[in-house]
């Protein structure tokens, strides 16, 4: 269970990807198709809230729990779809990585209730992301292993990634049906995965 992720990781969503337009047609019946399948190959499930609304799935992907959902969002004058993907994972890091090319600065009030919710920004990371944690430099350590870094080089066109209580969730935009189907999503979660694996080797050392 999710014991608690920062309200501003949705609230986020709705400030990334400015320059961006959704597509004006999306075939949902196809997406739920695809969730479906690939739902089935993990012993989950697929569904759609209604008829009209984006599907979403859930299974178990090697022993993790995993869901994939949509989320759309107001952007000023644009609506933003993001596809997420959130997986289960064995650390309790806490820090959200923010997408410095795409993403768009908050508002003062939406910074402070970002710090409020994430930390403050964590400087000198050398990451394609903007780091923010209230773990300090316990969490700025993290970026210097070469697996993570070679790992988030190639998550670059996702808006945000969240480490938090035991959970990891990445969101980008969604530009079509094709990044969707069962072998692409494959490859997102795996990669997903790739990410957590460090992450939960690193917290094992330390516990030792």
Same mark, same amino acid.
């Given at each position: 269970? &999710? =014991?608690?992720?920062? $309200?501003?990781?949705?609230?986020? &969503?709705? &400030?990334?990807?400015?320059?961006?337009?959704?597509?004006?047609?999306? =075939?949902?019946? /196809?997406? !739920?198709? !695809?969730?479906?399948?690939?739902?089935?190959?993990?012993?989950?499930?697929?569904?759609?809230?209604? !008829?009209?609304?984006?599907?979403?799935?859930?299974?178990?992907?090697?022993?993790?729990?995993?869901? &994939? !959902?949509?989320?759309?969002?107001? =952007?000023?004058?644009?609506?933003?779809?993001?596809?997420?993907?959130?997986?289960?994972?064995?650390?309790?890091? /806490?820090?959200?990585?923010?997408? /410095?090319?795409?993403?768009? /600065?908050?508002?003062?009030?939406?910074?402070?209730? $970002?710090?409020?919710?994430?930390?403050p920004l964590i400087e000198g990371v050398d990451i394609p992301f903007d780091v923010r944690s209230p773990e300090g430099e316990t969490v700025r350590d993290l970026f210097s292993d070469g697996s993570l870094r070679k790992i988030l080089s190639e998550m670059t066109g996702y808006n945000q990634?969240?480490?938090w209580d035991g959970r990891i969730m990445a969101s980008r935009q969604f530009d079509g049906v094709d990044e969707v189907t069962p072998e692409r999503l494959g490859q997102a979660v795996s990669l997903l995965e790739r990410l957590s694996i460090p992450l939960e080797m690193e917290e094992k050392v330390a516990v030792s």
């Open positions: 269970m &999710i =014991n608690f992720i920062p $309200l501003t990781f949705f609230g986020l &969503i709705a &400030i990334v990807g400015g320059a961006f337009f959704v597509h004006g047609f999306l =075939n949902r019946q /196809k997406i !739920f198709q !695809f969730f479906r399948v690939f739902s089935a190959s993990l012993q989950g499930e697929a569904g759609r809230d209604h !008829f009209a609304a984006y599907p979403w799935m859930r299974g178990r992907w090697k022993e993790r729990d995993l869901r &994939i !959902f949509f989320h759309t969002s107001e =952007n000023h004058t644009v609506s933003v779809l993001n596809l997420v993907i959130d997986m289960e994972m064995r650390s309790s890091r /806490k820090f959200v990585l923010l997408q /410095k090319d795409g993403f768009r /600065k908050p508002k003062p009030d939406q910074l402070q209730k $970002l710090e409020e919710e994430v930390g990634i969240l480490v």
